[in-house]
Structures are given as structure tokens and as C-alpha cells.
């Protein structure tokens, strides 16, 4: 009887943590707010709202701007695998041109 008490509360418990880590997950997906990329003087400004995933650059980026709440990660390939740099929310930062793609930091 005690041992079936025991994996009955270890059971509750792990199905508790996992229930609030998931809900926990679902609101880091997507920032809040927007990420705004300057280009050239000749170009429209690019921005994307509650931005999620690996987002590709234009390919003149020249200064990104974090208007989330939550830190972006600069990246200079297309998937998000490399190095990266990392802008605070209500910061920017001047990007290489050619920079590969942008994603919020989870």
C-alpha cells in the first residue's frame, strides 16, 4: 500500500510539472511587440509583430531594432545555427549586411 501511495504522488507530481512547464513554453514562443530592420535610405523599414521562429533578414540589413519584451538573437546564416548576437528588448543594433536571420532568444 505505501509503495502504490508513493508512485501514485510521484505520478501527480510529475504530471503537475509538466503541466505548468508546457504553459510556461506556450507563452516563450512568440515576443510580444516588434522587430524592426532599417535597410537603406531607398527601402521601406521591414518589421514583423510578436515575431516567433527563425526569421530571414533582408539581404541589405544594416540596423535591427528590438521593440519586444523579450531579448532577439542576431544570427549570420538562414537557420538560426550559428553564433549570434544578442539585442536586449529596447535596444538595436547595427547588422552586416548579408546577416542571415533573426530569432527570439528562449
Not at 26 to 40: H, I, L, P, Q, Y
Request: glycine content about 8%.
Amino acid at each position: 500500500m505505501k509503495k502504490f501511495i508513493v508512485t501514485a504522488a510521484t505520478t501527480v507530481a510529475c504530471a503537475v510539472t509538466m503541466a505548468t512547464g508546457a504553459s510556461a513554453t506556450a507563452n516563450t514562443d512568440a515576443a510580444r511587440g516588434r522587430v524592426t530592420v532599417f535597410s537603406t535610405e531607398s527601402t521601406k523599414l521591414s518589421s514583423w509583430d510578436d515575431p516567433s521562429g527563425c526569421v530571414k533578414l533582408p539581404a541589405a540589413a544594416h540596423v535591427l531594432i528590438n521593440e519586444t519584451d523579450a531579448p532577439v538573437r542576431i544570427y549570420g546564416d538562414l537557420f538560426c545555427r550559428s553564433p549570434s548576437l544578442t539585442v536586449q528588448p529596447g535596444y538595436g543594433s547595427h547588422v552586416t549586411p548579408g546577416s542571415g536571420s533573426f530569432a527570439v532568444a528562449e
